[in-house]
């Protein structure tokens, strides 16, 4: 798949999808990658493989690996997934080169503003595709600007944080830990990362599609997309320490919210 729409300077973009059985620019994808998460660099092996399977090859999802190149350059990578069993997405990576970051599409605030949406509109297409409704929207995890190291991560942390509002993330009420890498992917880690047990404190939120029935006071839909990230992406089982403590926080702070 391919999609080409210009920039509000006449830039030629392109939605490339790499998933699948695209070899070139699946390289290119994982060039991009490891720039931009070179403390992440250990998924690579693993994502090489996954990446010449079919988007769905893993019945719980429908896969997405974008590559956007701008003016035939590389430009930026999306990577998301549709959650049928949930009707939902999972945000897991998106990241833009800093010379491509002003780019605009017209109708959009920014590039990363544009490539968001377009995963969303993505989503329904995937719902629609398994006869399902619109779907509730799309989870993704942000860092915390009270774990941050530095106030200057710490505001860098906050202002990312209103960035995502204004594209309409809301905040789950759920204390969440993210895992430290994912289950079943153990034949292509060292032991080093086998051996983590670190558990980091990060946001959980969604952007919600509108009509999809997002309901921040449903105290089971919390639980499920949840689920959706900690569950299904992450591979934890339900009785896993981690996710019995994240749903179990949902109820309080529901409750905490209540009484502000």
């Not at 988007?55 to 003016?71: G, K, S």
């Not at 995937?126 to 942000?142: C, F, K, Y």
């Not at 969604?206 to 299904?232: C, K, S, W």
Request: a negative charge; aromatic letters at 10%.
């Amino acid at each position: 798949m391919q999609t080409k729409v210009s920039g509000s300077n006449g830039e030629a973009i392109s939605i490339i999808e790499v998933i699948g059985d695209d070899p070139i620019n699946l390289e290119k994808y994982l060039a991009l990658y490891e720039e931009f998460f070179p403390y992440y660099d250990y998924y690579v092996p693993y994502m090489r493989d996954r990446g010449h399977q079919p988007a769905d090859a893993d019945p719980r999802f429908i896969e997405h690996w974008w590559l956007l190149e701008i003016n035939g350059k590389p430009a930026a990578i999306r990577e998301f997934k549709y959650v049928p069993g949930r009707n939902c997405g999972v945000a897991l990576i998106i990241a833009i080169k800093p010379e491509y970051r002003r780019v605009t599409v017209e109708g959009y605030s920014s590039l990363a503003h544009f490539i968001v949406s377009s995963s969303l509109e993505q989503l329904k297409i995937d719902a629609a595709s398994r006869d399902q409704p619109l779907p509730i929207g799309m989870v993704s995890e942000l860092q915390l600007p009270e774990t941050a190291g530095s106030e200057d991560v710490k505001q860098f942390r906050k202002r990312l944080i209103a960035v995502w509002r204004r594209f309409g993330f809301q905040q789950l009420p759920v204390d969440y830990l993210e895992p430290p890498y994912v289950q079943g992917t153990e034949q292509y880690l060292d032991e080093s990362i086998l051996d983590s047990q670190e558990f980091l404190p990060l946001m959980l939120g969604i952007i919600p599609i509108p009509g999809g029935g997002f309901d921040a006071a449903n105290r089971e839909m919390i639980a499920d997309l949840t689920r959706a990230m900690l569950v299904d992406n992450y591979g934890l089982s339900e009785d896993h320490w981690v996710v019995e403590r994240a749903l179990a926080s949902i109820s309080e702070r529901l409750s905490d919210s209540k009484n502000d």
